[in-house]
């Protein structure tokens, strides 16, 4: 699997925008490819309609094409990102293919839970932040994890909202499910005094 | 009671395992988790590499629905899957579920269905009840009252391993829905309708509840199809406070409880209500008397308009890059416009009703020439009563191709696909770019305007046949 970008204390990258809103989950990887019982090597299918014609030769006129996977880790795109189906493919394509945090105004809920979960680093910025990076394209950027900074070139530095129970999970050396399991004992006291529903 | 409290923030109390902290989400306890072959692979397998066991078998429920064929088996009882791989994707959740012991719904079992039409039809799904599966329709059991989320396959082992979800606490949305529908206005024009008001992202965060006296109104499938489509602008459920329809159609279902179990359910569902007084973060009206039959004209669930309405000017890049997907052009109508195939089926409209609803239409007349129609029913029990009836055969009569239960051409992960260039018409959710096939344009509409399209072969107002039919 991809480097997690939550592991790392910095991403210092060039930007690759895709400068539309609603870029649905079909999209970062169509249903065709969820066939699969793995979580490795979907980043060949990552927007695999935008990429590919329909005999899988490359798309003439795709924005993609120009997208250098060495430099680029760094994806820029247009408002509720990551929409539609909840499908854990679409962050597991998304970071095969070389992505390590994405830039947008809005992610859609289950996206973000999902990228979050998977290391890869949703960073929720100003609409204004966002055309800078559409109006300046491959743009050098350095997010700083901890301090949860973007430096944006030439532009300035923006705060933005780290998820705290990621930080709280990586500060302990723990996943999420780690964290459900240490309350077993809460579990269990829920279940044995049928709390809630039946 | 102290503070008045909404429908939402009860369930929501009831499940608190843990609550949220300023660094942690809450810990909410669920109910109920519905698993399906193409999500759960990878989380039995995070499962089984952690040395875990599934907690509690007995509040999961799984079936086979979005890679299987909707084609019956061949003479030698083979079914022919698109790919080796969506064979081996079912065989897997076979493996998987007999090896946890968890109960299965696949070809052998009279009621295989679509996850969010087996739940209910079983009764398996409760008012008050957390319930998720990894599909983002999960919402669709929200019409019974139920907490329902689509969560993600890691999330799918979350709740295998320990029954628990984390969850920071949502906002909530009420949608207000006031009014007498007309005739021919189905709970798909109203929540097309809905989406297309507040934004594909304009319920993002939420939790959404609706309710008026058009609520009221609908019977518990016209509900589900309201509740299905919340995630199609943003939110993370939906909500319609359980009553005495919702009670009528849990009675005597095989999961559903019964004797002194029943009279004690129905006490505590009685409650189930969002008090006088109690605030949602957000509140919209919609005024259900102006709905019109409603269609999408573009490349997410929020681009609608109603059938009569011409279809927005060419202003903004969004648009632009819709009506060149959709070969459509700004200003003009798109009722009229050549249909190839019209699906009717999927998790949103592939009920007893629906199916009713297309027959009503389509009884007697004949599907245009040049236009496909599939109907896909939503489960076993859906196509028997349907055959009961004589459904199928007025669809076959009609010329429509009358398939096995299954998710089909909503997604098309099945190889039930349209041609490139093709336009559908649909009663499906999403008409992404590429959803029902590559370069396939999708009209997504009611089960009435879709089957309308199919006899003329062009998008239809469904009135024209009502009318004429009355």
Redesign the interface.
């Known amino acids: 699997m991809s480097a997690r970008a939550t592991e790392r204390a910095v991403i210092e990258s060039r930007t690759f925008n895709l400068p539309?809103?609603?870029i649905?989950t079909?999209?970062i990887i169509?249903?065709?490819f969820?066939?699969?019982?793995?979580?490795e090597g979907l980043g060949q299918y990552c927007f695999y309609?935008w990429r590919f014609d329909?005999d899988g030769s490359a798309k003439a006129g795709s924005p993609l094409r120009k997208h250098d996977a060495t430099s680029q880790r760094v994806l820029v795109a247009g408002?509720?990102f990551g929409?539609?189906?909840?499908?854990?493919h679409a962050p597991w394509a998304l970071l095969d293919f070389g992505f390590q945090a994405i830039i947008s105004s809005?992610f859609?809920?289950?996206f973000r839970?999902?990228a979050l979960?998977?290391g890869l680093l949703p960073i929720t910025v100003d609409d204004s932040v966002v055309q800078y990076f559409f109006d300046h394209p491959d743009h050098a950027v350095c997010i700083d994890i901890a301090a949860h900074t973007l430096s944006v070139e030439g532009y300035g530095e923006f705060e933005f909202p780290l998820d705290?129970?990621s930080?709280?999970c990586l500060t302990r050396g723990i996943d999420?499910?780690d964290?459900?399991?240490q309350?077993?004992s809460?579990?269990a006291e829920?279940?044995e005094t049928g709390?809630?529903?039946? | 009671m102290s503070q008045p409290s909404t429908l939402f923030e009860k369930i929501w109390l009831r499940h608190l395992v843990r609550e949220e902290t300023a660094e942690t989400p809450a810990i909410l306890y669920i109910d109920l988790q519905l698993l399906h072959e193409v999500t759960s692979p990878q989380a039995f397998s995070e499962l089984k590499r952690r040395g875990l066991n599934v907690r509690r078998t007995d509040r999961c429920l799984a079936t086979i629905d979005h890679s299987t064929p909707t084609t019956p088996p061949d003479e030698q009882g083979v079914r022919h899957y698109a790919t080796e791989q969506a064979r081996a994707q079912v065989d897997l959740l076979h493996v998987n579920c007999a090896e946890h012991g968890i109960e299965l719904h696949s070809w052998d079992s009279p009621n295989r269905g679509i996850v969010h039409v087996m739940g209910p039809e079983l009764g398996a799904t409760q008012p008050g009840m957390t319930i998720v599966c990894g599909d983002s329709h999960t919402a669709t059991h929200g019409a019974f009252g139920a907490l329902a989320f689509g969560i993600g396959t890691t999330e799918v082992g979350h709740v295998l391993a320990t029954q628990c979800l984390l969850q920071n606490k949502p906002q909530t949305l009420g949608i207000r829905i006031e009014g007498e529908l007309q005739a021919g206005v189905t709970a798909k024009d109203v929540i097309l309708h809905v989406i297309g008001t507040i934004g594909v992202g304009g319920g993002t965060g939420s939790v959404i509840e609706y309710f008026g006296s058009t609520v009221r109104a609908m019977d518990m499938e016209s509900r589900m199809t309201l509740c299905n489509m919340s995630i199609e602008c943003g939110a993370r459920a939906g909500l319609v406070a359980p009553d005495e329809m919702t009670f009528n159609y849990l009675e005597g279902r095989p999961m559903a409880p019964s004797g002194a179990d029943w009279e004690r359910a129905l006490a505590d569902w009685r409650t189930l209500q969002t008090d006088p007084g109690a605030r949602f973060d957000q509140l919209v009206k919609i005024d259900a008397t102006k709905i019109q039959p409603s269609v999408t004209w573009g490349i997410n669930p929020g681009m609608v308009i109603a059938i009569d309405e011409h279809i927005p000017q060419r202003t903004d890049s969004a648009t632009r890059d819709a009506l060149d997907y959709m070969h459509l052009r700004g200003g003009a109508r798109l009722a009229g416009e050549p249909v190839d195939v019209v699906f009717i089926g999927s998790c949103t409209n592939s009920r007893l009703s629906d199916l009713r609803a297309a027959a009503s239409l389509l009884k007697d007349r004949k599907v245009a020439p040049g236009t496909r129609l599939l109907v896909v029913p939503g489960s076993e029990a859906i196509r028997r009563a349907a055959e009961a009836e004589g459904l199928d055969r007025i669809f076959k009569a009609s010329g429509a191709e009358w398939r096995e239960p299954g998710c089909s051409m909503c997604l098309g992960m099945n190889g039930d696909i349209a041609r490139p260039g093709e336009l559908v018409v649909s009663t499906s959710n999403r008409n992404f770019k590429g959803r029902q096939g590559r370069d396939v344009r999708t009209v997504l509409a009611s089960p009435l305007t879709a089957a309308a399209s199919a006899i003329n072969g062009r998008v239809s107002d469904p009135r024209e046949f009502l009318e004429s039919g009355a």
């Open positions: 539309a809103d609603n649905d079909d999209q169509p249903a065709q969820l066939t699969t019982t793995t979580r309609g329909e408002s509720n929409c539609g189906s909840s499908r854990e809005r859609a809920d289950i839970s999902n979960k998977n705290p129970f930080a709280y999420t499910l964290f459900i399991l309350n077993e809460a579990i829920y279940e709390a809630g529903h039946s």
